[in-house]
């Protein structure tokens, strides 16, 4: 049932507009005289609406109005039904928080159907108003509520919004930051390329996200993962920007200190291949003149084994270097036919029919997949024997893409099909398909050897759905799915 204080000091008035109210059963009226005791019982009580008089004794209905919305933050929808005032008087009151103005002319009664109506239209108001205030109110209890950091800033760089999260984060409370501008919390040698990156958000592509680095109140630098959104109207520009981040500088932290280290590392290594390598050229050199020197045949037996055993020991050096190498670099987007031409104009292939349509396939891949497509072709003159032709193909399939390298040389045996891809094969066959195994495992892409022993070797490599695209027009690359 709907509540509704009327306050007048006509009595007569208040019982015909309390009978004409409650006769429909869904409005109970309270009824007061003065300013003073309708302040008395919204003390202790609430109400849908409020009708008063203009015209009050001791207090009139403007400084009651003015008092209820300053004093009680009252939003209660509020109807003056006055006997008399000018045109000033209504505008005031409209200023003030009325929801409506009516006079009640020779024959009050005859106005209650407008009132009616305008009581119906500001209920529903009111509810609306309540409604988006919830929903405000729990909006901002979410946001606010959030461990993430959120803030809203307008096109010129003006923070309009931050939650609790923010302040904190950045020790500053939240009347000095809003108003300033996000340019300021930004390290200076990133404004350009943070500003850039924003300039690319679009109506069709409004998200992005990026790492950031911003300046602590201490001015120290602190770096956050930023999930940025354009906020659009009708017009074709943004009309601001929000942001949800968190804090990552001790990943990044973190970050510049393993690449340091594998920097210092890699040096090292580097060093001391280079010093092994000098020592084992002077341990070929003896052991040649120890050869020729030599008329023992056992002597020269144990000394063709130490040289021996010394082209291992390069062996495993160079396999180091390379196998350092494999993950060093981020992963990269790479056209396989391109990478197929180059392995193919780096071997003397005399004699042996390369194939392929590959032409809009890119993988993404470490860098070093380029040793893959050589050191299979290597491979194949090397121990294909009879090999006479190379095919590359493709199909995609439910778990990805097969791209599948197939020679008809005298193809692996059963019995080590798997073995080949071991380490201790290295000697064997070059840079190794166990290199080339781990090459392609960085991106998960997997090999297998599958052909027939006497008919060819097949290597299979699948490339798991993400991984693989391919170019159209514009030479865009589209991924699968």
Sequence with gaps: MISL???????????????????????????????REAHYLLRSQRFDIIIAEYQLPVTNGQAFLEALRRSRKNSTPFIFFAKKADNKAVINALNTGATHFVLKGRNPAKEFMVLKHFISQALQQNRLAEALRE???????????????????LPDGTIVFVNEAYCTYFKKPR??????????????DYRETFFSQLEELTRENPVRSMDSRMLAADGSTLWQQWSYRAIFSDLPEPTGYQAVGRDITAQKNAETALVQAHRNLGVMNTITRHDILNQLTAVFGYLEIAKLDSTDTKVSECL???????????????????????????????????LVKKAESSLNL????????????????????????????????????????????????????LIVYEDNGVGVPEGVKEKIFRREYFQNTGLGLYLIREILSITGIR???????????????????????????????????
């Design 304 to 338: 063709d084994k130490a040289y021996h055993a010394a082209e291992t020991i390069r062996g495993q050096i160079i396999f180091t270097k390379e196998y350092q190498e494999i993950g060093s670099n981020a992963a990269q987007w790479k056209s396989v036919e391109a």
């Design 447 to 481: 090999i297998r050897e599958c052909g027939i022993e006497g008919e060819g070797a097949r290597f299979e490599m699948k490339v798991p759905h993400g991984n693989y695209g391919f170019r159209t027009e514009g030479d865009v690359l589209l991924q699968d799915g």
């Design 135 to 153: 929903q405000e109110t729990q909006y901002r209890n979410v946001v606010e509520d959030q461990s993430e950091f959120i803030f809203r800033f």
């Design 175 to 188: 009347d000095v930051i809003l108003g300033r501008n996000i340019r300021d919390s930004i390290s200076p």
């Design 350 to 401: 005399a004699g042996v029919t390369v194939e392929y349509s590959l032409e809009n396939l890119g993988v993404y891949a470490d860098p070093l997949i380029e040793k893959v497509f050589y050191n299979l072709m290597e491979n194949s003159l090397r121990h294909g024997k009879t090999a006479t032709r190379i095919r590359l193909s493709w199909r995609e399939e439910p778990d990805g893409l």
């Design 5 to 35: 204080l009327h306050i007048d000091p006509d009595a007569a008035l208040q019982k015909s507009l309390k009978d004409y109210f409650e006769s429909s059963g869904e409005i109970c009226v309270t009824s007061v005289a003065s300013a």
